[in-house]
């Protein structure tokens, strides 16, 4: 049974480990929890600085380094991110929002200066470039909660790719793939449960045994939290009657449609230069 108060995941699933293995790192890779309210308290200097050098730290597809991070602190640049994020107002109050980009505008300068033509442009290379930025913003991420921060990925910085890149005067062959806000938490955020490892983990060949159980589990376990309160589903033909709704009826709503500001991506992000 889940322990919904468990200060990590470790705690949280009843999974006993030696300490050997659960080191300071691991710990806070556990204990990851979303952060969406922050107190006024700016990050120091030194302390972002090291966040940065942890996210440029990360892997990169054979050393090309394919993104740019862009940080943001002042108050009025990130209203017009919260904006255009969808009116997110952890964005207003982090003191530090980051901005993860992947980038082959570089690459195409460092082609010109050496000169060479810029042939490997297309997909692949969009796929190698969004892993980096997201390898990156990981790594920022334990990198900042390492430090007592919290964090939030915002995905909702491509709500309006074309606004924001022109906000942040980002060059051709880049985009915002999502912001980082950092900061100091205004309350204790609780750590949110995840699927049971036996659905999402598999050994040596995907499989689906055990599935149901699995999901059926989770979604008991998701109800619990609350974080589905005054939430139903009606049965049909039984007027009156309910079932649980949990992480598969919300997920599947959410499935169910295109997000209507991002249903035509690949059009947008052709306009910022990017080729398929």
């Given amino acids: 049974m889940y322990q919904l108060t468990a200060t990590n995941r470790f705690q949280q699933e009843n999974r006993q480990l030696p300490e050997t293995v ?41 050393n090309l380094q394919m993104y740019s991070i862009i940080v943001v602190t002042d108050p009025e640049r990130r209203e017009q991110l919260a904006q255009l994020s969808g009116d997110q107002d952890q964005i207003r109050q982090a003191p530090v929002f980051l901005v993860f980009c992947p980038d082959l505008h570089r ?23 969004v892993v980096d930025a997201a390898l990156a913003g990981q790594n920022a991420a334990v990198a900042a909660e390492s430090l007592g921060l919290g964090i939030c990925f ?18 051709p062959r880049t985009f915002a793939l999502f912001g980082l806000t950092v900061g100091y938490p205004a309350h204790q955020p609780k750590i949110k449960p995840r699927l049971p490892a036996e659905v999402t983990v598999h050994r040596e060949e995907y499989s689906e045994a055990g599935l149901e159980e699995g999901l059926a589990a989770y979604d008991s376990i998701m109800a619990q939290t609350g974080i589905y309160k005054d939430r139903e589903v009606q049965v049909d033909g039984q007027p009156g009657a309910t079932r649980l709704y949990g992480w598969c009826e919300h997920s599947a709503r959410r499935m169910a449609k295109p997000h209507p500001l991002r249903r035509n991506m690949k059009e947008m992000l052709e306009q910022l230069g990017w080729e398929f």
């Fill in 22 to 62: 659960l080191t300071e790192t691991i710990k806070t890779m556990a204990a990851h929890a979303t952060v969406r309210q922050y107190k006024p308290d700016p990050v120091p200097p030194e302390a972002l600085e090291a966040i940065l050098t942890a996210a440029r730290s990360a892997s990169t597809s054979s």
């Fill in 107 to 129: 690459l195409e300068r460092v082609c010109q200066r050496q000169g060479y033509p810029f042939a490997d442009r297309y997909m692949e290379m969009f796929i190698q470039a």
């Fill in 154 to 171: 915002v995905g909702g910085i491509r709500n309006r790719p074309l606004e924001v890149a022109r906000l942040l005067k980002l060059p």
